[in-house]
C-alpha cells in the first residue's frame, strides 16, 4: 500500500504560482492593492519539495485575516493585511523575534506600488535598537521555567506528554541564547545547530539540548536531562543579569 505524502513542487513551480496569485489581485483590486511578499522558506531558498507557499498582501479596505487554501494541489497560505496592521507589526518586538524578525528583511517582494517595504524595515529597525533586549530573555527565560516545573508534575507513564514539554523547553531555552546573541535564526529547522555556534552559551548547551529532544521514554531520565538544563542556564543567565529571583519583592 502507497502511504500519503503531500504532493512535491518546484522553487519556480511556487514562484509561478505566486506570480498567478498576483495577477488575479491585481485584477480584483487594481489601485487598491499595495504590495504583495513572498515569505518563509521560499523567500529564503530553504524551501524543499513538499514545503507551503506563503504570501503577505496588504490591500486598501480589506481587513487583517489569514486564509488557507490548496491552489493546484499546493498548499497556500495568504496573510492579509491593513497598512496600519503591517506597520504595527514593524513596530512590535517580542521574546520570538528569534525566529520572527527577519521577515521584512528575508521576504521576497512581488509587488509594492508605493514603496511600503522600505518603510516598513526601518521602522523594525528603529524598533529593535530601543528593544530592551534584557527584558525579552526575562520573558523567554519564564516561559521556559512554565514549562520545566511542568514535566516535574507528570506521571513516570505520561512519556507523550513529557515529550511534548521537553521540546517547549528545548525551544525556549534556544530563543534565549538567541536573543542573548542578538541572532535570527534562519528557520525553526536549523534553530538548534545554529544556537550551538554562538558565542555566549549556558555551560553544556549542546548536550544538554540534545539530550532533552532525544524523545527519552524513560522520563524520569528526562527530568534529569531538563534540570541540568534549567540550572545551566538559569545560572548563565543570571551572570547576564537575568533573573527570576525577587525575594524583596521590590517591583511591587
Known sequence: ??????????TDDRLHV?????????????????????EGSTAKGTDRPESDLELRVVV????????PFFYKGMFVGISFNTVEKIQSKARSLDYEWCVKGDVLFTCKILYDSS?????????????ELHTDFNVLMRDALTDMYEHVYKIFTIKDTDTIVAAHEARQI?????????????????????????????HSLPNNYEMNIKEVLSLHTDVQKLKRFVGNLWSSTAEWAGLHGISLEEDSLSFI
Open 1 to 10: 500500500m502507497t502511504k500519503w505524502k503531500p504532493q512535491e513542487f518546484t
Open 18 to 38: 505566486a506570480n498567478e496569485i498576483l495577477e488575479n489581485l491585481l485584477r480584483k483590486y487594481g489601485e487598491r492593492l499595495i504590495s504583495v511578499a513572498i
Open 60 to 67: 486598501e479596505g480589506r481587513e487583517s485575516e489569514w486564509y
Open 115 to 127: 514603496n511600503l517595504y522600505q518603510s516598513l524595515r526601518e521602522i523594525a529597525l528603529e524598533t
Open 170 to 198: 528545548a525551544y525556549w531555552a534556544t530563543m534565549l541564547v538567541g536573543l542573548k546573541n542578538r541572532h535570527k535564526f534562519l528557520s525553526s529547522r536549523t534553530m538548534y545547530e545554529e544556537a550551538f555556534g554562538f
